[in-house]
C-alpha cells in the first residue's frame, strides 16, 4: 500500500484529480502466458509499477483452477488504478466484460490507455457513479484502498459487495499488518462469507461471497 512518502506532493491515489506531476514507469504483468506491459504514474495507487498486495491476489488465484463462468458476465476490479487486475480478468475471462471502476481520473486515464496498448477490448473503465445500481457481478477482484479510512471502506465494500450475483464471488487482498483478519470478522458479521483463501507475503488473499 501507499504510504505518505509514495506520495511527496500530497496527492493521494484515491484523490478524484490528482495534482501531482506525472511520472510514468513501465512495469510487465504475466498473465497466463501472456506478458502485458503497463505505465504507472504518480497520484495513481502503485506509482512505481505493480505492488505487492496485487501480485499476491495474481499469482494465488492463477494458481488455483479459474472459476466456470458463463460468457457474457460482468465482472469488476474495484479501485483499478493502472488496471493491472482489471486486465488480468480481461484476457482470462476473453467472453467477459470487466468494469474497472476507480474514483481517480488520472487512474481511469491510465487504465484505459493501458488497456489499447495491449489490445485489450473487453474493459469499460468507469467512476463508480456510472455503473448501473442494478449490475449484477459475477466476480470481483480488488486491492482495496484501504488507506481511505475504516469507516469509508466499509461503506465502499459493502455497497460493492452487495452487487454480487447470486452465484457471484470476491476476491480482495488485504496486508495483514493493515487489517485482513479484522476485516473478514467484520465481513461475516455483516451478512457475507469471508474465509482466508491464501496468505502470503504478509498479504490475506479472501474470498466473499453473499449468504
Not at 37 to 62: E, H, I, M, P, Y
Request: contains cysteine; glycine residues 8%.
Amino acid at each position: 500500500m501507499n504510504t505518505p512518502s509514495d506520495n511527496p506532493s500530497g496527492s493521494h491515489y484515491f484523490s478524484e484529480s490528482p495534482t501531482s506531476a506525472s511520472r510514468r514507469h513501465d512495469f510487465t504483468v504475466l498473465v497466463g502466458d501472456r506478458e502485458l506491459t503497463l505505465s504507472a504514474d504518480a497520484g495513481v495507487f502503485s506509482q512505481r509499477g505493480l505492488d505487492k498486495g496485487t501480485a499476491v491476489l495474481l499469482d494465488s488465484l492463477q494458481r488455483r483452477p479459474l472459476p466456470q463462468i458463463e460468457d457474457g458476465s460482468t465482472l469488476c476490479d474495484l479501485g483499478c488504478g493502472t488496471g493491472a487486475i482489471a486486465l488480468a480478468l480481461a484476457v482470462l475471462f476473453p467472453q467477459c466484460t470487466v468494469l474497472a471502476v476507480d474514483v481517480n481520473e488520472r487512474a481511469r486515464q491510465l487504465c484505459t490507455e493501458n488497456a489499447d496498448r495491449n489490445k485489450i477490448q473487453n474493459v469499460r473503465v468507469m467512476h463508480p457513479d456510472e455503473v448501473a445500481t442494478d449490475t449484477a457481478i459475477e466476480l470481483l477482484w480488488s486491492n482495496p484502498p484501504i488507506r481511505i479510512g475504516k469507516g469509508q471502506l466499509r461503506e465502499l465494500l459493502t455497497l460493492w459487495l452487495s452487487r454480487l450475483s447470486p452465484t457471484g464471488h470476491a476476491h480482495l487482498v488485504v496486508s495483514k499488518n493493515l487489517g485482513a483478519d479484522s476485516l473478514s470478522d467484520w465481513l461475516n458479521d455483516t451478512g457475507f462469507a469471508a474465509h482466508k483463501l491464501s496468505s502470503s507475503k504478509g498479504f490475506r488473499v479472501l474470498e466473499v461471497e453473499k449468504n
